[in-house]
């Protein structure tokens, strides 16, 4: 039975200096469908001080990849970390879940 299996790169990201209350230039993480089933995306989230838009849709074909641009918009100062959580169907199992890792620093001016 054909079944997708997803992978992520990079598998952590970490964003500059941001001062609070703006946000960040976006970096990408390409998610991969490696299987030869469709992977069913159910969620791709990212948790607070964190956003996301991707070109992924609801699903991924078989050997396909789609994009995630995720920002950084500190709502406070200092160390900042958070996820991006992408739910799919990867080896067939429904509820996969997979995690990047997020982190930034919330300023209240620029650093030099």
């Given amino acids: ?3 997708p299996a997803a992978g992520l790169a990079p598998s952590s990201l970490t964003f500059s200096a941001q001062i ?5 230039s ?3 993480v390409t998610l991969a469908n490696t299987g030869n089933g469709t992977l069913t995306l159910t969620a791709i989230a ?3 001080n ?6 992924c849709g609801g699903s991924v074909a078989a ?6 641009n995720v920002t950084f918009s ?6 900042l970390a958070g996820t991006l959580t992408i739910t799919d169907n990867s080896k067939g199992v429904a509820g996969s879940k997979r995690t990047v890792i997020l982190s930034g620093t919330g300023t209240n001016s620029f650093v030099r």
């Fill in 1 to 3: 039975m054909p079944a």
């Fill in 63 to 68: 050997r396909g990849s789609c994009t995630i």
């Fill in 20 to 24: 609070v209350g703006t946000r960040s």
């Fill in 26 to 28: 976006a970096q990408t």
């Fill in 46 to 48: 990212t948790s607070a």
């Fill in 50 to 55: 964190f956003g996301q838009t991707n070109n």
């Fill in 74 to 79: 500190p709502t406070a100062t200092g160390s």
